[in-house]
């Protein structure tokens, strides 16, 4: 059975917000886990996003593209968030919100389609979730593993049953800009089998139907925003409250590929991260679930520490990335960047992203014997 945009555009026609509804509507999905993945597409500008603002060196790296330190949103005494950030400086000020400072691997390759591959898959032939998704769905009763809700589904290669992409809802999600600003990327909104699976398969059609059946138990939601990423979350969101239990939900942002007139790019593209991350921590607070949900950004390096000469910056190593939700411990994991010993202009990685994989599969989905416990590290807390 085939859910009709119809009956789904019925189910998300938004009047007011989640708090007019009664609380006991979401007691059913208070121990349900939730992992909501943002991939930075095109590889976010770490250091003008977490500014070492007491630094020299920033200043001198980056002398038209440095931002001012009397407009930095401080969050320590010696880092500050750009000033597009104010909603992720809010949930930092709360203890909601970490950093993973210097993420990245050995030997990093710095080109956008090889090194998102990496990330997605963790160096290996699938995605670095689908092995922890399998363990968790023989314990749970699930209405699906993973769901992407972009036009890229990569993170989820190697998964069969249970993977869905947009379609699944009749969503068609705004193409995304490339992740390399001067190359084409190729599209997708399903991945492996997943349309023979949808089409063939009859514990998917009973799924779907168990799916549309829950789509209609909420129908006040209100859009988050109008932006691509606001858009796809404001969807996770839905999917959320309607009790869907997904554990895995991905969207993206971008591009981040700046390597010209960065400055106005950026502040666009953070300003709507930051606003869609707020609006949707507020949601899932109202809905009782923020307490069970981590939200975390990645992407495939960052870029160098060193403006280029068209008032942009090129690829590089390492970044920093936000790790949110309402029990994690917040504040600064790992040492700021040290600019004093960069790698022919470049940042260097001192945490290995399956560090962060690690973390989340131990503290958020309770699976200590993960395939990256020996990347364990005990700077992330």
Request: hydrophobic share 35%; glycine share 8%.
């Amino acid at each position: 059975m085939k859910l009709k945009r119809r009956n789904f555009l019925s189910f998300i026609a938004a009047t007011s917000l989640f708090s007019n509804l009664p609380s006991v509507l979401w007691s059913k999905i208070s121990n349900t886990k939730y992992l909501i993945l943002i991939e930075l597409r095109g590889a976010n500008d770490g250091l003008n996003t977490v500014i070492p603002y007491t630094d020299k060196r920033y200043y001198n790296l980056r002398p038209t593209l440095h931002i001012n330190k009397e407009k930095v949103l401080t969050v320590t005494n010696k880092v500050g968030f750009h000033p597009s950030l104010n909603g992720l400086a809010n949930l930092f000020e709360n203890g909601q919100c970490k950093v993973v400072q210097n993420l990245g691997y050995p030997n990093p390759v710095l080109s956008h389609f090889r090194s998102i591959e990496i990330w997605e898959t963790a160096g290996k032939t699938k995605g670095w979730l689908i092995d922890p998704l399998e363990e968790i769905a023989q314990k749970t009763d699930l209405d699906g593993k993973a769901m992407f809700l972009d036009d890229s589904g990569e993170l989820f290669a190697g998964g069969m049953e249970g993977y869905y992409g947009p379609d699944i809802i009749e969503y068609e999600p705004q193409m995304s800009e490339p992740r390399d600003a001067t190359i084409p990327i190729p599209r997708s909104k399903n991945i492996g089998l997943l349309g023979k699976i949808l089409k063939n398969q009859k514990r998917n059609k009973e799924n779907l139907i168990r799916l549309k059946n829950k789509f209609k138990k909420v129908k006040n939601i209100e859009d988050i925003g109008v932006g691509s990423l606001s858009v796809q979350l404001s969807n996770v969101c839905r999917l959320i409250a309607a009790e869907v239990e997904i554990p895995v939900f991905k969207v993206s942002l971008g591009s981040f590929d700046t390597h010209s007139k960065q400055h106005n790019t950026h502040i666009r593209l953070l300003s709507e991260l930051s606003r869609s991350i707020k609006k949707t921590t507020n949601i899932l607070k109202d809905i009782g679930i923020w307490d069970n949900t981590i939200i975390m950004t990645y992407s495939e390096f960052g870029r160098r520490a060193k403006e280029n000469g068209s008032h942009g910056t090129d690829h590089g190593m390492a970044a920093p990335h936000f790790v949110l939700g309402g029990k994690i411990n917040g504040g600064i994991d790992g040492d700021n960047p040290n600019l004093a010993k960069l790698n022919k202009d470049n940042l260097t990685f001192s945490i290995d992203y399956r560090s962060l994989y690690d973390y989340v599969l131990t503290n958020h989905f309770e699976l200590s014997e993960n395939p990256f416990k020996s990347y364990r590290n005990s700077v992330i807390t």
